[in-house]
């Protein structure tokens, strides 16, 4: 499918999302929340994605909502519309691993949608924040949450209420991204990162995403059960044959997604 947003290249396995808004710094207006949102779907869909690279320009991953389409806008038009809501729930749906390539600014909805991915990696250049106080309101798509089990109360607590932005150092420092590359380097090692993802078993793939995410949605207890179960459940796979005896006879394993 053909979007305005945004472009889609699929190579190797590893769909890449750019988010093309240049005018804009990628700010999100509902065109692109909703292209976005369809293009992970059909990522999902297709046989030939693994993995998603999700990613902005060198200057904006995205600089948060698009103020000029909310600014006018009622109580009852953003409780309506729901801003954002189903297109992120979409989003987060997703099955297959997400990564979010973050150079430049990541700031309000473009933080959150970060965080909504399954990690981060980020350009030396990368500024993340929560800046929505300034305009007088606070995050609407995750931030006071996610930043929050991201980085602590503390800081996250000192990000939504002051608005300032937190560096790559900074944000590598406080656990936000997994790891911090130069930025020219960005888009090679995100799809390196990625190609690795998709080289592994899918099924155990899959499996440890949905189990990593139980951390974030249940209790210790139930997540440690949900991820028993889940470990147990995979001796059903011709993978886990696989991947163990390619180990014990050293060959690299032929995983077929069974
Ligand atoms: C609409 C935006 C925008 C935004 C930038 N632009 N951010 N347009 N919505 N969020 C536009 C500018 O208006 C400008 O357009 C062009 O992009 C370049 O931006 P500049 O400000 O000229 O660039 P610069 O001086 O380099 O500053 C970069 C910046 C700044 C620090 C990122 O643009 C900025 O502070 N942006 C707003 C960040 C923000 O407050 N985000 C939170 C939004 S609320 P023109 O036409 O003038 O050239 C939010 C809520 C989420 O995200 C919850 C939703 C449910």
Redesign the pocket.
């Known amino acids: 499918m053909a979007y305005q947003t945004l472009t889609v290249e699929i190579d190797d396995y590893v769909a890449l999302i750019r988010l093309n808004r240049p ?3 990628n ?2 207006n509902s065109q692109l929340m909703g292209e976005l949102a369809e293009a992970t779907a059909e990522a999902d869909r297709n046989e030939k994605v693994r993995c998603i690279v999700l990613t902005g320009s060198e ?2 991953f995205a ?8 600014s006018g806008k009622s109580f009852v038009e ?1 409780y309506n519309e729901n ?3 189903d297109e992120i729930d979409r989003i987060t749906a997703t099955r297959k691993p997400i990564i979010a390539a973050v150079s430049g ?1 990541a ?4 933080c ?1 949608l970060a965080m909504a991915c399954d990690f981060i990696l980020c350009a030396d250049n990368a500024k993340f ?4 106080i ?2 007088g ?1 606070i ?3 995750g ?1 006071t949450q996610r930043l929050t089990r991201f980085v602590g109360k503390s800081k996250s607590m000192e990000m939504h209420l002051t608005g300032r932005f937190m560096d790559a150092a900074e944000a590598e420092r406080s656990g936000l991204v997994s790891r911090v590359v130069p930025a020219a380097k960005l888009i090679p090692e995100a799809l390196a990162t990625a190609k690795k993802i998709a080289e592994k078993g899918q099924i155990a793939v899959a499996t440890a995403k949905e189990a990593v995410n139980r951390a974030y949605e249940t209790t210790l207890r139930e997540g440690v059960l949900f991820e028993r179960r889940s470990f147990q459940a995979l001796f059903a796979t011709e993978d886990q044959k696989e991947g163990m005896a390619a180990f014990l006879e050293k060959r690299e394993p032929q995983f077929r997604d069974r």
């Open positions: 005018e804009a710094l700010a999100l200057k904006a600089a948060g909502a698009d103020i000029k389409e909310m953003v801003i954002f809501g600014y700031l309000g909805g473009g959150e924040g929560q800046p929505e300034n305009l309101v995050a609407g798509i931030g």
